[in-house]
């Protein structure tokens, strides 16, 4: 099945490969960007057939541009929301526009008749919330977001599902609506403007961490959750569905010897050692960044993607690939100089 679809957020890590994948299996489709200066930039980036591929203006905040973008489409994917590098200054900063582009999104898809509607959330509106002592999650857990240990990223991607899932529910009973639940996204890069969920791996190539903090996340290849969406916006029957997108959970170590065995000599600024809870604690009285994630020392958050597998046939590359890619790309762009 081949038709016209609107992906929001064209220069996205996901959205990219989700459109790359998209064309490839005939689809028309229009995406989004907050600025038209930015097309041949991210045409540039796709390398895909241009004919297939229409850019609209248009920002989560705003209603400008939204109804010509879905114009003539039967499909929306909604990839678009904010992941920021650095804390917000408020929790707000990235609720609003998280909540308030999927609403705005739904309503202007409602008003063009879409049929199908695949939303981007998050194992962060899963995973968080539930007490040290609960280690695995499937897509029946809901993030509590009144807990210290959702920041706002979390709380972000948390109440715009939320708001989504009660909008449909209340206005559009009949639009099919589905999330995909991405953990840490990983894998080759389009271009030097890479992914704030490649942090982790750049930091470790550049030697910028003086030592292994017990952290830890599962972590899935971005070719493989692009697949996901398109499973899910062709699957019959998956109206009110949710979708975890993970592989293996891995700490930092765990990455870390990955990179090492995989790059050889690329990978000689990469840690070896651990580096102490109390240390990570004090860096985070003074960094906003880490002061988010200090209660993530130790804690695991295994996310089980079994009913995607089940459900649709869904399955991720090996771990080793995506880490290993990742890396290799930093290197190649220059994101990271060795």
């Not at 929001?8 to 005939?26: K, V």
């Not at 070896?272 to 004090?282: A, D, E, I, M, S």
Request: charged content about 25%; hydrophobic content about 45%; aromatic content about 8%.
């Amino acid at each position: 099945m081949a038709g016209k679809i609107f992906v929001s957020g064209g220069s996205g890590y996901i959205a990219g490969f989700l459109i790359r994948q998209l064309i490839a299996e005939g689809w028309q489709v229009n995406t989004s960007i907050r600025n038209l200066a930015r097309e041949a930039e991210v045409r540039g980036w796709l390398g895909v057939d241009n004919s297939k591929l229409h850019f609209f203006e248009a920002d989560l905040m705003s209603d400008a541009g939204w109804a010509e973008a879905m114009a003539g489409c039967s499909h929306v994917a909604h990839v678009a929301s904010p992941l920021p590098s650095n804390a917000p200054k408020s929790d707000d900063d990235l609720i609003i526009p998280a909540r308030e582009g999927a609403l705005r999104a739904l309503r202007f898809a409602k008003d063009a008749g879409i049929k199908r509607f695949v939303m981007t959330s998050s194992v962060a509106a899963i995973a968080y919330g539930h007490g040290r002592e609960k280690h695995h999650f499937t897509e029946a857990d809901w993030t509590n977001a009144d807990s210290p240990d959702a920041y706002a990223y979390v709380k972000s991607k948390t109440l715009a599902e939320r708001a989504a899932r009660d909008w449909v529910a209340a206005n559009a009973p009949d639009m099919e609506f589905v999330t995909v639940n991405p953990a840490l996204v990983l894998g080759p890069l389009f271009s030097a403007d890479f992914s704030t969920s490649l942090e982790a791996i750049k930091k470790l190539l550049e030697g910028s961490v003086p030592g292994l903090p017990n952290f830890g996340f599962s972590v899935v290849d971005v070719r493989d959750v692009a697949d996901l969406h398109v499973r899910c916006l062709t699957t019959p029957g998956l109206a009110g569905e949710r979708f975890i997108a993970a592989g293996p959970f891995l700490w930092m170590r765990d990455l870390a010897k990955i990179l090492r065995e995989g790059l050889g000599d690329q990978a000689r600024k990469v840690p070896t050692r651990g580096l102490p809870n109390f240390v990570v604690k004090l860096v985070g009285l003074f960094d906003p960044v880490i002061k988010q994630v200090v209660g993530e020392l130790g804690n695991v958050r295994d996310t089980s993607a079994q009913h995607a597998l089940d459900k649709l046939g869904w399955k991720t590359r090996p771990a080793e690939e995506s880490i290993v890619e990742t890396a290799r790309d930093m290197i190649r762009l220059g994101v990271v100089k060795l």
